[in-house]
């Protein structure tokens, strides 16, 4: 089967291998520069295990993160690890096609999808992924305008007897694929840090009198902290000091003192509104959307990831068991995945927040922004 993913982030590189480990040769399209990949506070929670287990990274990553609430002669429940440790382990030996943005979808006289068309990523996107680290990161390692060989200038056809959108939560492809999305914007906002420093602990959080949530996450280089907050858009929620930050975090989750320590500006601090995401349906012939972009969990869950390589390891499991059948291995993987991640997105604990919301007030000292 000619399958062609679509996205080289973290689920698409790892249907690859695991596609590969059955012998078949996929490609995957991604827009970026080689070695490209976002920085940001990361937690594998073990659904993802298995996968990598398979792929030869899993032992790799584990040892060079800090367990969450590990268990004697069992895996931990999650680690906490930097996230490039675990995109440059799956980004090592994978032949790739970078720097090209998928733009359209080709299709068949019945609607089959049959291929895509890429074309270079435009330069001011690759200018772009160069550009400074901030809170929301943006570090790369990669070289944009890296020289792509003998590759023919303009568009590029890729045919297909998959098509894999591995794309994240915005999902050009899902859009162009015509599959529905169901977006649900969460209640309230999320305030996070993005720190160099290490905390003693690698895991905290806790629950505020509204049902809102504050949480750390530290890994051997660094720490993220994230929590909830009233809706009042980015410029009212940082309108603050560093100070303040700092003083709130350390009061309302004291095991992140030393973490909130590393934030000394406010271009580590971030503000964002958060939403879940559901695809009612995952495929349509000739494709089948995976990871984000078939589904997105709330910010306190951390299994985003984790069901994403998941899901990686039933479609190339799917596909080996019919490999001429592009339609029936579709089939065979919602069949397999639906009893998995439909409850988690059912529930969700963000999901079930918008129940309670607005019935209790939040404490005047868990506030944020804090009042004058
Ligand atoms: C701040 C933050 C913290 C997070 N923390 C956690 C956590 O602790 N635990 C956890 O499990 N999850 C976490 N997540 C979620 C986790 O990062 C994602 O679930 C995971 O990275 C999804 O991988 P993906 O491959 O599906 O999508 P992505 O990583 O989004 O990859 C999509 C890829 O597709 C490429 N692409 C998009 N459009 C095109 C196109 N048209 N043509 C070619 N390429 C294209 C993009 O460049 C990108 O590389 C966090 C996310 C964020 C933002």
């Known amino acids: 089967m000619k ?21 078949l040769e996929p490609t995957i399209i991604e827009r970026m520069p080689a070695g490209f990949y976002q920085p940001r506070g990361y937690m594998l929670g073990f659904q993802g295990y298995e996968s990598l287990q398979e792929v030869g990274v899993y032992d790799e ?30 980004q090592r030996d994978l032949p790739m096609e970078n720097e090209l943005t998928v733009k359209e979808l080709i299709t068949d006289e019945i609607g089959r999808v049959t291929g895509v068309v890429a074309e ?13 680290t901030s809170a929301a990161g943006s570090l790369q390692t990669a070289v944009p305008g890296t020289v792509k060989g003998d590759r023919p200038a303009g568009e590029i056809r890729f045919e297909a007897d998959l098509v894999v959108a591995c794309d994240g939560v915005r999902s050009p492809i899902r859009d162009m694929a015509g599959l529905s999305a169901e977006i649900d914007p969460l209640p309230e906002a999320a305030l996070s840090f993005y720190s160099p420093k290490q905390a003693d602990t690698s895991f905290a959080m806790a629950y505020m009198s509204d049902g809102g949530h504050i949480g750390m996450l530290s890994w051997y280089e660094g720490s993220a902290g994230w929590r909830s907050c009233a809706r009042v858009g980015a410029e009212a929620a940082l309108d603050v000091t560093v100070d303040q930050i700092k003083e709130m975090w350390t009061r309302l989750l004291p095991e992140s003192a030393s973490a909130v320590e590393g934030v000394t500006s406010m271009d580590q601090v971030r503000y964002s ?14 494709i089948v959307l995976i990871g984000d972009a078939a589904h997105f969990f709330g910010p306190e869950t951390g299994v985003s990831s984790g069901i994403g390589l998941g899901d990686a390891h039933a479609l190339a499991e799917a596909i080996r068991q019919n490999p001429n059948d592009a ?14 991640v439909r409850p988690y997105e059912a529930t969700d604990p963000g999901r079930q927040r918008i129940l309670v919301s607005g019935q209790v007030e939040p404490r005047p000292e868990e506030r944020w922004p804090p009042e004058d």
């Not at 062609?4 to 012998?23: D, F, K």
């Not at 995401?277 to 012939?285: A, F, G, S």
């Not at 339609?327 to 998995?340: G, L, S």
Request: include cysteine.
């Open 3 to 23: 399958v062609v993913i679509v996205g080289g982030g973290m689920v698409g590189m790892t249907l690859a291998h695991l596609l590969r480990r059955r012998g």
């Open 61 to 90: 990553v584990r040892d060079a993160g800090r367990p969450i609430a590990p268990r004697e002669g069992q895996p931990p429940i999650a680690v906490a690890v930097r996230f490039g440790a675990l995109i440059e382990a799956l």
């Open 120 to 132: 270079p990523t435009p330069e001011e996107v690759l200018r772009g992924a160069a550009g400074p």
């Open 273 to 286: 509104e958060p939403a879940l995401l559901r695809c009612p349906e995952w495929w349509k012939p000739g």
């Open 327 to 340: 339609d029936a291995a579709c089939h065979m993987y919602q069949t397999w995945r639906e009893p998995v």
